[in-house]
C-alpha cells in the first residue's frame, strides 16, 4: 500500500502535526503575553525553561511507561492532560483569574505531557508502516515539525492580535485533534516491524561474525534483561563507543545552536531591522528543513552515517559566522535556510541507527534516553547566550561560539569508528 493511502499512519501524522503546531503556538504566545503583563523578559524566558526542565525530568519516566504500558493510552492520557492545561487559560482569563503562577504550571504540565507522548508517538509510528516505507515515513514526519515551526510563531502573534484568550483556544483545538486522532487509530502495544531480532548499537564498518556474538549484541542483549530499570535506555547508549560519538555530536550542535539565536536576535536589532524583519529571518532555518525533508534519502545514499553527520556538523560551522556579513535579514535567513537543509537528514539518521537497532522492550527508554541527551544542554545553551552577550559584542558571541563548536567536533572528527559507520541492512 502506498504510503499516502495508509489511513493509520496519516491519522497518526495530521494528529503529531496537530500537536506540534498547537506547541508551536504555545511556545510563542506565552512569553509573549508573560512579558505583556510584567514587562518582565525574565519571567517570559522562564516558561520556556520551565517546560524544557520538566521535559528533561520526566523524560527517563516517560521511556518507562512507553515500554511496560499501553502506548495507544499513554498517548491519550498525554494528550488529554495538555488538552485540560490549555483550556485552563482561557477559562481563568474569563474569570479574571489567570496569573504568572498559572502561566508557569501550565509550562510544566506541557513538558511532562511531552516527555510521555514523544516516545509513544514515535513507536506509535513504525508501528503502522511496512519497514521499507519506514524512511519515507520519518522523512513525512520532519515535514510535519518543520511546517509546524514555520507556521507557530508567525501563527501566534495573529491570533494574540484577536485577543489575548485566541491563542490558548487554538493550541485546546489542536490538542483536542490530536487527541481524536489517537483516539481513532489503533496500532499495536509494541511497534516491532523495523527492529532486528537480534538487537545491535550503530554499525560499524563489517558486520558482526553469526559465530560469535559481537559486543554491541551482548550489550543490547544484557539492556534488554536489565529493562527493568528506568536508565536502562541511558546505559544501552552509553556502552558503545560510535553511539556516545554521535550523541555527543548532536548534543553539542544543539547546544550551540540554541544559544546562536539571541546574539542573531540582537545583531538584527542593532542593525535597524524591525521585529517583524527578524521573525522572518529566523524563519529560514524552518523553510530549510522542509526543503530538507526531501533531501533525507539522497542524503543518506551520498555518504554513511557518521560521514553524514561530520559534514553537516562542520558545514553549520562557519554559517554561524554568515550574520556578520552585509545584507541583514537576508543574509541571516540564509544561513539560517542552509543550517535547516541537512537537520531531517539527522534525526531520520538517529532514528534508523539507534532506535531501530535496540531491543522491543528497549526501544521506549532508548527514546526517551535520546530525547533527553539531546535537550538538556538546550537551557545551558540559552542561559550561556545571555551571559556571554552581558560582556561581549553579538559578532563576537557568534565567533566565540563558532569556535567552541569546531572545538567540540575535533575529537569525533578523528574517530575512525564514527567516520566509518555504514547504513544497517
Known sequence: M????????????????AATLGLHVSDTAYPLLLLAMTGSSTLAGAFGALQIGASVLCGVHGGSVADRYDRRRVLIAADSVRLLAALSVPLAMALDAFSVVHALLV????????????????????????????????????????????????????????????????????????LVAACLVRFPRHAGPAAPEEPTATPATDPPSTDTPSTDTVTGEAAAKDGSGALAGFRHLLADRTLRATLAVVFGINLVGSAVVLPVIVLLRERGVSSGGIGLALAGEA???????????????????????????????????????????????????????????????????????VAEELRGRVIAATMTL????????????????DHVAPGTALTVLALLLALGLLPATFDRTLRRAVWPA
Not at 2 to 13: G, H, S, T
Not at 374 to 389: C, D, Q, Y
Open 107 to 178: 509550562a510544566v504540565v506541557i513538558g511532562a505531557t511531552i516527555a510521555y507522548s514523544g516516545p509513544a508517538r514515535v513507536l506509535a509510528v513504525r508501528s503502522v508502516v511496512a519497514p521499507e516505507q519506514l524512511r519515507q515515513a520519518l522523512a513525512q514526519d520532519e515535514a510535519r515539525m518543520s511546517g509546524a515551526g514555520l507556521a507557530g510563531p508567525p501563527l501566534a502573534g495573529l491570533l494574540l492580535g484577536a485577543g489575548r484568550a485566541v491563542p490558548f483556544l487554538g493550541a485546546a483545538l489542536a490538542s483536542l485533534l490530536s
Open 287 to 357: 523553510v530549510g528543513a522542509l526543503a530538507g525533508a526531501l533531501l533525507v534519502s539522497r542524503l543518506h545514499r551520498l555518504a554513511g552515517p557518521g560521514a553524514l553527520l561530520l559534514a553537516v556538523a562542520w558545514f553549520v560551522v562557519p554559517l554561524f559566522l554568515a550574520p556578520l556579513l552585509p545584507g541583514g535579514a537576508v543574509t541571516v535567513f540564509a544561513a539560517l535556510f542552509l543550517m535547516g537543509l541537512g537537520v531531517p537528514a539527522l534525526r531520520v539518521m538517529i532514528d534508523i541507527l539507534v532506535f531501530q537497532q
Open 2 to 17: 502506498p504510503l499516502r493511502r495508509n489511513l493509520r499512519f496519516q491519522l497518526l501524522w495530521g494528529g503529531s502535526a
Open 374 to 389: 539531546f535537550t538538556v544542554g538546550m537551557p545551558a545553551g540559552l542561559f550561556g547566550s545571555g551571559v556571554l552577550l
